[in-house]
């Protein structure tokens, strides 16, 4: 089996491979030297779990994830689909406004989804979003997931979306922004509200705001 | 002409005055820090202290440096983020002596301040910066002409924890090397609730836990051991991801908690995990000087930027990313 090493992750490695003909690819979580032994395996272990399982949850509520085709909890492994496309973190920019602004509405939509199925995807950077090569929209990274969202889980997903989109997109924010959350009022409609709120609690709520 | 800078800083516990060339030369730093006989800082406390010794401390840092005052060209002070009587007490004494000397003034963010010091001593242009304090922690990276923050706590500084738990044991404010001493005869681990949420990271819920912990009679070092690993691989943890998701290439640690040396240590595995350089300020830049606040005010300077006495109102909830960044270049 070849192996070819794809990106460095914060928590993983991800390497490309290929299984009965189809390009797959296998997040691995090394050990961190760095980390206290009982947190870093424990980290590892219930990330790895947790990721594998939230994939395939996730896509019962609509939001398309890679599929997950083998989990190796011993060596903190998770075999999926290769997604052939690109971050929208290495799209956004090249795009027209109007195309930018379908991706993220459908973004705020996925996000949404998820909201509605009271799952939180805990790191939604733009790092985490896929364009395929037939224009579709993944979500992956699933590791901080998390089930039983409470309003305030919610708001803190919307808090990280605004985050991120001020740090790494900032000539395009208003846009990428607007159309986020319009995609996530569109999928939820007056649900939307508690959560959107406190997200602007959320941010104001930090040390120096 | 020269420059030789004034820097004072007095936002929150300390007062500091640093002399600074126009070449990177710290001439002098001289500080000191409210340590009250127990419980924590209160604002009005902090401000009396600068208000008190602010005046022999500047003298003293001129002494040091082997200049008078008419050697002063900029006065640069810390404008904020800090605690509103704290900045209003160091704003006075700038403003004072800035009319005074008949030198420019200009006002610096403090969080900023504390990125350049480390850039000043690494030779770093561009990294990820971890900056720990009592009353801040961030992850910071500069992009789009400012000094942007990937991440931060949700609610409390991750000094302000150490503090509060140290208050608990008994120990004097601050509690982080205290803390630290214990943690090196501590080696079995408890778990405590460890929350990152994307890049941020939240203190207060393993806070609670481990004052909780206390109560159940496990040995002191064994707690500060745990609080330690567990607080400090949060902050891996989001430094990574911001190091991951920005790709650069240089990681910075700075701030009062930089001085802990095992912090140090984890971040200098995550900073070679990604093939990074890795610096952490040394001791004396570390915490609240006046040297930073010098040597940013004199970036600032060179960048064409002046703020009238009139207008040099204190900022308590400036943002790091609320200032342009004039002085760099890159996008």
Same mark, same amino acid.
């Given at each position: 089996? %070849? ?89 956004? *920019? ?7 602004? #379908? ?21 939604? $950077? ?78 104001? %709520?930090?040390?120096?705001? | ?26 001439? =002098? ?142 120990? %004097? ?8 001493? #214990? ?7 408890? =778990? ?9 990271? *939240? ?78 300020? $040394? ?24 703020? =009238? ?23």
């Amino acid at each position: 089996m %070849r192996l070819e090493k794809w990106a460095m992750g914060a928590e993983s490695t991800i390497f490309k491979t290929e299984q009965w003909g189809y390009p797959i690819v296998l997040k691995w979580r090394p050990q961190k030297p760095y980390l206290l032994k009982d947190i870093d395996e424990l980290l590892k272990k219930t990330r790895t779990n947790r990721e594998c399982k939230m994939l395939t949850h996730a896509r019962a509520l609509g939001v398309s994830t890679p599929t997950v085709h083998w989990t190796d909890l011993e060596n903190y492994t998770i075999a999926m689909d290769f997604i052939e496309g690109r971050q929208l973190k290495q799209l956004a *920019s090249t795009l027209p406004e109007s195309r930018l602004r #379908e991706i993220c509405f459908e973004f705020g939509q996925s996000v949404a989804r998820m909201h509605r199925g009271n799952v939180v995807h805990g790191d939604p $950077t733009t790092s985490n979003v896929l364009i395929d090569t037939k224009s579709r929209l993944w979500m992956v990274d699933f590791g901080l997931a998390e089930w039983n969202a409470t309003t305030e889980m919610k708001g803190v997903d919307l808090h990280l979306i605004r985050r991120a989109l001020e740090t790494t997109h900032w000539d395009q924010q208003e846009v990428m922004l607007t159309a986020t959350l319009e995609g996530y009022v569109n999928l939820l409609g007056s649900e939307a509200e508690p959560a959107l709120s406190r997200m602007d609690v959320i941010r104001e %709520r930090g040390r120096y705001h | 002409m020269p420059l030789t800078c004034l820097g004072i800083e007095g936002t929150a516990h300390s007062f500091g005055a640093g002399v600074v060339s126009d070449q990177g030369k710290v001439l =002098s730093n001289v500080w000191d820090m409210l340590s009250p006989q127990e419980g924590g800082i209160h604002p009005r406390e902090a401000s009396r202290h600068h208000s008190d010794k602010g005046p022999d401390i500047i003298a003293k840092a001129l002494t040091e440096a082997g200049i008078g005052p008419h050697d002063i060209t900029l006065i640069a002070f810390s404008r904020g983020p800090g605690l509103g009587p704290c900045l209003r007490a160091t704003a006075t004494m700038a403003r004072s002596l800035a009319l005074k000397l008949e030198v420019p003034l200009v006002g610096v963010n403090h969080c900023v301040a504390h990125i350049e010091i480390g850039c000043l001593e690494s030779g770093f242009k561009d990294p990820v910066t971890v900056y720990v304090s009592g009353g801040n922690t961030q992850v910071i990276a500069f992009a789009g002409n400012r000094f942007r923050t990937f991440g931060e706590t949700l609610d409390i500084a991750i000094g302000n924890m150490l503090d509060v738990f140290g208050r608990t044991m008994g120990m %004097r404010f601050p509690a982080g090397p205290a803390i630290e001493q #214990e943690a090196m005869k501590g080696h079995r681990y408890y =778990s405590l609730p460890y929350s990152v949420k994307g890049m941020d990271v *939240s203190y207060s819920g393993m806070l609670t836990a481990a004052r909780r912990l206390q109560t159940e009679h496990i040995p002191l070092p064994d707690l500060c051991f745990s609080i330690q690993e567990t607080a400090f691989g949060m902050l891996a943890e989001v430094a990574e991801r911001a190091i991951a998701h920005t790709k650069k290439g240089e990681v910075l640690l700075t701030g009062g908690v930089a001085r802990n040396r095992r912090l140090g240590e984890i971040l200098a595995g995550v900073a070679a995990r990604h093939n990074a350089r890795f610096h952490t300020v $040394t001791p004396p830049l570390a915490g609240d000087q006046g040297a930073m606040i010098a040597w940013t005010g004199i970036l600032q300077y060179t960048a064409g930027d002046r703020l =009238s006495v009139a207008e040099s109102y204190v900022l308590p909830k400036w943002r790091t990313d609320e200032q342009d960044i004039t002085w760099r270049n890159l996008s």
